[in-house]
């Protein structure tokens, strides 16, 4: 039970940081993301993918967007006050001897 009552804190912190960032109007500065004109057909109906660029997981450029994004994420959770306090709580609860089958 009190790992359910932590992890509902934790979400609602979170949701609590998202909803003060929308009232201060403060956004956070994503990087641009290019799109492209790749349609695909499919049985007749052309389907446009201006991102399929990004499906290239072994690509510079997919990986320079991805180091950017998460750049922007770490920022972010870097600037939140309690998340040592979460982190701390957390080590505490998941540090427990653990039991396996004999061999």
């Keep these: 039970m009190k790992n359910y009552s932590l992890l509902l ?5 979170a949701g609590q940081a998202s909803a003060q960032a929308v009232v201060t109007g403060k956004t956070l500065p994503y990087p641009a993301t290019r799109k492209v004109d790749t349609v695909t ?3 007749g109906t052309k389907v446009p993918d201006p991102y399929r660029w990004l499906q290239n997981d072994q690509a510079a450029d997919t990986k320079a ?9 770490q920022d972010y959770l870097a600037k939140i006050p309690y ?3 979460i ?3 957390l080590t505490k609860l998941w540090n427990y001897e653990k039991y396996s089958a004999p061999r």
């Design 41 to 43: 057909t499919y049985f």
């Design 87 to 89: 982190r701390t709580r």
């Design 83 to 85: 998340r040592e306090a």
């Design 65 to 73: 967007w991805v180091t950017a994004e998460n750049q922007v994420t």
């Design 9 to 13: 804190v934790a979400l609602l912190a």
